[in-house]
């Protein structure tokens, strides 16, 4: 299991709310290793632009060398499995600006995939009804949300495992946990 990683680094922040490198991030966690070259061609992105923009998330080991995969001077890249989290209650203004912006490029994402698996569902036999849904809310102090946090993260990390070990029958199916406290006053029973 991967032990979770904050990042409360302004310069890992600003690193990872980079709009070009959450794609790229996206693309090589769907895809598994690529080039700098094979990333422009996906992303509609110049190799030296990707190129740089790699060395960036290698810096902060957000992505890491695949030295096997190596010929010559061609590079090949991953993304490394990692339970990367923000700060809880970022104090810095810049920070949470930063935070929130990650979250919002992330959300949208989310929101890009979904629509995608929406127009391409007819193509995927019997997954297209494979989408478990459930919308709730609950009542919680601060100290229990983390612990919920905590409880689902530890029973995602269950589930996950490496390509190598995947049955030939899986697929890889998107999952997201997103809570906020409803806006507007504490309502009390």
């Known amino acids: 299991m991967v032990a979770p990683r904050e990042i409360s680094d302004v310069d890992e922040l600003r690193t990872l709310a980079h709009p070009l490198r959450q794609r790229i991030l996206r693309h090589l966690g769907q895809h598994g290793p690529a080039?700098?070259?094979?990333?422009?061609?996906?992303?509609?992105?110049s190799s030296g632009a990707t190129s740089y923009h790699l060395r960036m998330l290698a810096k902060h080991a957000f992505v890491e060398?695949?030295?096997e995969r190596a010929h010559g001077r061609?590079?090949?890249?991953?993304?490394?499995?990692?339970?990367?989290?923000?700060?809880?209650?970022?104090?810095?203004?810049?920070?949470?600006?930063?935070?929130?912006?990650?979250?919002?490029?992330k959300?949208?994402?989310?929101?890009?995939?979904?629509?995608?698996f929406l127009a391409r569902r007819s193509e995927l036999g019997e997954w297209a009804d494979a989408l478990p849904h459930s919308r709730g809310s609950v009542r919680l102090t601060l100290p229990e949300l983390h612990e919920f946090f905590d409880e689902y993260m530890a029973l995602l990390k269950r589930y996950q495992r490496p390509v190598d070990e995947t049955p030939a029958d899986?697929?890889?199916v998107a999952v997201r946990f997103f809570a906020f406290p409803v806006p507007g006053p504490a309502d009390r029973p």
Do not use: C, Y
């Open 65 to 67: 060398e695949v030295p």
């Open 107 to 116: 959300l949208a994402a989310d929101q890009e995939l979904f629509d995608e």
């Open 170 to 172: 899986a697929r890889h």
């Open 35 to 45: 080039t700098a070259s094979t990333l422009g061609k996906a992303l509609g992105e």
């Open 74 to 105: 061609e590079r090949w890249w991953r993304a490394p499995v990692q339970d990367l989290r923000g700060p809880r209650a970022p104090a810095d203004p810049e920070v949470r600006t930063l935070v929130d912006q990650l979250r919002q490029l």
